[in-house]
């Protein structure tokens, strides 16, 4: 099952998911009417700009954390007519009547392993024509705080999956998209050293690492992680999708 977030505190953090969400709703061509899932939603920033952008249809909110979910539900009290929260993981059958007119994700699927499972689950919930636009870390992504990271408590299971080009291209054909378009982009984050980024850290990128460590270790972890990194930049590299359902 996906972990918990603490939710206040990610709203509250200079979020480079806010460029990375923009990016991904501009790929979307839609009338206004439809349909759409916003997969990993979050606290519903995206959830939010989806509103706006299907001022005649609906969008469903999909998450894995209640807390996040309980976020977005006061982000969006007053919208929430239009709105269907699900709390579920992405990677088993969602529950869902009929089929959505697009997805979009921001920032979800490199918390998730088998992409193989992810992408047939989600083309069984598209449309055929639909389309879906997503960015999540690819491969060479936060290279730098992960050598951080092994340097302080040594070589762990993988918390993350930074997936490439062609193997999210074969695995997007497998599950019945079209029309695929991959690439990844380098786009490093700089954050105030100190709290900024020790907060964005914890909060953000090590919340796996810190959900297997007794809680008086934390502090003294993501500190020491923060001090190996040569500036206070989070290396991202984010893997770009679109696609449309055959
Ligand atoms: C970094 S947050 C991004 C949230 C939002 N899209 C944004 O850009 O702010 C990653 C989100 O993915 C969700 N998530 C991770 N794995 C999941 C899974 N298997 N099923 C559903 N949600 C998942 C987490 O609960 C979290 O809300």
């Known amino acids: 099952m996906p972990r918990e977030w603490d939710a206040k505190t990610y709203d509250s953090l200079p979020l480079p998911h806010l460029q990375w969400g923009r990016r991904v709703l501009g790929g979307l061509d839609l009338t206004g009417k439809e349909t759409v899932l916003d997969a990993g939603c979050g606290t519903g920033r995206d959830t939010a700009a989806l509103l706006d952008l299907v001022p005649d249809g609906r969008v469903i909110a999909a998450d894995g954390s209640k807390r996040m979910l309980e976020q977005l539900r006061v982000r969006l009290a007053d919208r929430l007519d239009r709105v269907e929260v699900i709390e ?59 050598a951080a990271i092994e340097e302080v408590i040594g070589e762990q299971e993988k918390v993350w999956y930074f997936a490439g080009v062609e193997e999210t291209r074969e695995r997007l054909e497998q599950a019945g998209f079209t029309d695929i378009e991959v690439s990844l982009r380098p786009d490093p984050a ?25 809680e008086a270790e934390h502090e003294q972890f993501v500190k020491a992680v923060a001090a190996r990194l040569p500036e206070p930049v989070v290396d991202y590299v984010r893997l770009e999708i679109s696609a449309t359902r055959a």
């Open 190 to 214: 700089r954050f105030e050293p100190g709290e900024q980024l020790w907060s964005f850290l914890a909060t953000v990128i090590l919340g796996s690492h810190l959900d297997r460590m007794p």
């Open 88 to 146: 579920a993981d992405l990677t088993q059958p969602l529950p869902l009547e009929g089929e959505v007119d697009a997805i979009v994700s921001v920032a979800t699927f490199h918390w998730i392993t088998d992409h193989a499972s992810l992408f047939a689950n989600l083309a069984r919930t598209l449309r055929p024509g639909g389309r879906f636009v997503a960015e999540c870390g690819g491969l060479g992504n936060v290279a730098q705080v992960s």
